[in-house]
């Protein structure tokens, strides 16, 4: 029993285009960071369908994947952040519902778990109100950032935009984002 | 403090193995048959779950008269699988219709004209009543020159009742425009009023349409059945094989011979009603799906929209509902239906892919075998010579 040496992803879904099985491998790779990026954005509920669409999308596409011009992660996030765009007001009131947690507790368990964890920081609500408050694209960013932990490089790849957009586009929403955590802001 | 940290910590949503593994098996499902087109997809993978009746009254009464027969391959005798020198009435049917399928004339355009259904029973003080929800329904316009394009539109139609009983019980129960339902696992609301018409979806490349094959490819795909089964049913496909090529466990009930043969059913469902495939290869693949084991021919049947058809389908399959979901506990317990592919006898077109309810039980109790649980019902599709489009009255 010789085990198979591990095929890096991009060969993986080159190898998908003629032999579609080996999709499923792509998706048992890359389904715990895809889940955690679209679930973070959308709620576990939302994510579900979104996640799984955006590897049947994938799955669809692999022929057009070009190794040339990225990394199958940063492909999935791009896929991925298409459909969440498809769900703004999910993930809107998602944000706002995070925000009100703070004060009148809320039923629920997992959000009583989130509020605890965050307002031990004492920062909840207003942070889940400042990323509310962002704009689509400086949100896209930030959570590229945040709960996909790409670079600046990748994720001009994903959305398409200039090197340097990427970090005007962070710096621009951090102000925002300090500015509402900011301890004079209470909450 | 590190507001990047601090987000990622907000908004942690520890993945569930459900969502893992629900994610996983629409991915398996889409590799092992590959539907049409972006939105397509999603919807024309033929139902898991399940829909309503029709005609219910038709079709429960289709089945009890059916004359039911599994075959041999029906290029060696016509008659070949008839039990102790009978005549199989049912495999005469579906091979007539088979025969019609192979003289259609083919043209510029393909178009498919689909709609999708899933049945609820609403309880209510008054005597329950079936409706035919969360109705969607796709036309596809394909040039098939090199390079055309391929246009989709959508509509969902709302729902509606099935039976005329079921509409009679509807009213005494005061004609609610708003009825909500258990799915699967949450609650839905319908609106009885509500209609859409058709609206542009996009458009799609041929290569996004045909998934797994190009034009070429299935224009030369093989119109013996035999041979045509071995591409069409390739092991490698099914759903227990790709767990097993994964190193996992094979649940039991994905070797049963039921399963197997309503996974048959529809592969050969995606082929013969989202693809352009030629008349004579049509033909083929019906009879090489009469041919599989577990596969059973039925001379008479109705379909979701009322059509008297001929159809192939698989054994009765046990699915129990239990309130792991969160299931309100008068829907829980167990049922059987079967899965059937529906043809016109005159034509052969496909008709309709049904998942027929066989013995009631659970969220079906009082429902009678015939009843429909979910469907795709392909209202009209063929070729044609100028630009195809949806038509105008309905959505």
Do not use: C
Request: hydrophobic share 40%; aromatic share 8%; charged share 25%.
């Amino acid at each position: 029993m010789t085990a198979a040496p591990e095929i890096d992803d991009a060969a993986l879904v080159t190898a998908s285009r003629d032999d579609p099985d080996r999709f499923t491998d792509v998706y048992d790779r890359h389904f715990p960071v895809i889940h955690r990026y679209v679930a973070g954005r959308l709620g576990a509920q939302a994510a579900e369908d979104v996640v799984a669409e955006t590897f049947l999308a994938a799955f669809r596409r692999r022929a057009t994947f070009d190794p040339a011009k990225g990394d199958v992660r940063p492909w999935l996030f791009g896929i991925a952040t298409n459909l969440v765009a498809q769900h703004r007001r999910a993930e809107t009131r998602r944000y706002r519902a995070l925000a009100r947690l703070g004060a009148e507790p809320d039923a629920g368990g997992h959000e009583d778990r989130v509020a605890t964890a965050v307002s031990a920081a004492g920062m909840r609500p207003s942070l889940a109100r400042a990323l509310a408050g962002l704009s689509r694209k400086e949100r896209d960013v930030v959570l590229l950032v945040a709960l996909a932990e790409l670079s600046h490089q990748e994720i001009a790849a994903v959305l398409g935009i200039p090197f340097g957009t990427v970090g005007s586009r962070l710096n621009r929403a951090r102000k925002k984002l300090r500015a509402a955590l900011a301890p004079t802001q209470g909450d | 403090m590190d507001e990047m940290k601090a987000i990622a910590e907000m908004l942690n949503e520890p993945p569930t193995q459900k969502a893992a593994d629900e994610g996983r098996r629409r991915l398996r499902r889409e590799i092992a048959n590959p539907s049409a087109g972006r939105r397509a997809r999603a919807r024309f993978g033929w139902p898991f779950k399940a829909g309503l009746g029709i005609v219910a009254v038709g079709a429960a009464a289709a089945v009890a008269v059916s004359v039911i027969g599994s075959g041999t391959r029906p290029s060696e005798s016509g008659q070949a699988g008839a039990p102790q020198g009978e005549i199989d009435l049912g495999r005469q049917a579906v091979l007539v219709a088979a025969e019609n399928a192979a003289k259609q004339e083919t043209g510029k355009y393909f178009f498919a004209n689909h709609v999708s259904g899933q049945s609820y029973v609403v309880p209510a003080g008054t005597g329950a009543y079936a409706i035919d929800g969360a109705r969607s329904a796709t036309f596809v316009a394909a040039g098939l020159e090199p390079g055309a394009k391929v246009t989709y539109y959508e509509s969902f139609p709302g729902p509606r009742t099935w039976t005329p009983a079921d509409e009679a019980a509807w009213k005494k129960a005061g004609s609610p425009s708003k009825i909500k339902v258990w799915s699967s696992d949450k609650w839905l609301t319908f609106d009885m009023a509500k209609k859409a018409p058709w609206k542009l979806d996009g458009v799609n490349t041929q290569k996004e349409w045909l998934g797994r094959y190009t034009l070429e490819e299935l224009q030369n795909l093989p119109t013996d059945p035999e041979k045509l089964a071995e591409e069409a049913f390739d092991p490698a496909t099914t759903e227990a094989e790709m767990l097993r090529s994964r190193g996992l466990d094979v649940p039991a009930h994905l070797k049963t011979e039921e399963f197997v043969a309503a996974e048959k059913i529809r592969m050969v469902g995606w082929r013969l009603s989202d693809l352009p495939v030629p008349p004579k290869v049509r033909s083929a693949l019906m009879k090489a799906l009469m041919a599989e084991p577990g596969v059973q021919a039925v001379g008479e049947t109705t379909d979701p929209l009322g059509r008297k058809g001929v159809a192939l389908t698989s054994g009765s399959r046990t699915t129990t509902v239990t309130g792991e979901f969160g299931t309100p506990p008068g829907q829980r317990g167990a049922y059987g239906s079967r899965m059937e592919l529906v043809f016109d006898k005159a034509t052969g077109n496909a008709l309709a892919m049904q998942n027929v309810l066989t013995k009631p039980g659970g969220p079906y109790k009082d429902r009678e075998p015939g009843f429909v649980i979910d469907y795709t019902a392909i209202r009209d599709m063929g070729w044609s010579d100028t630009e195809p489009a949806p038509p105008r009255d309905a959505s």
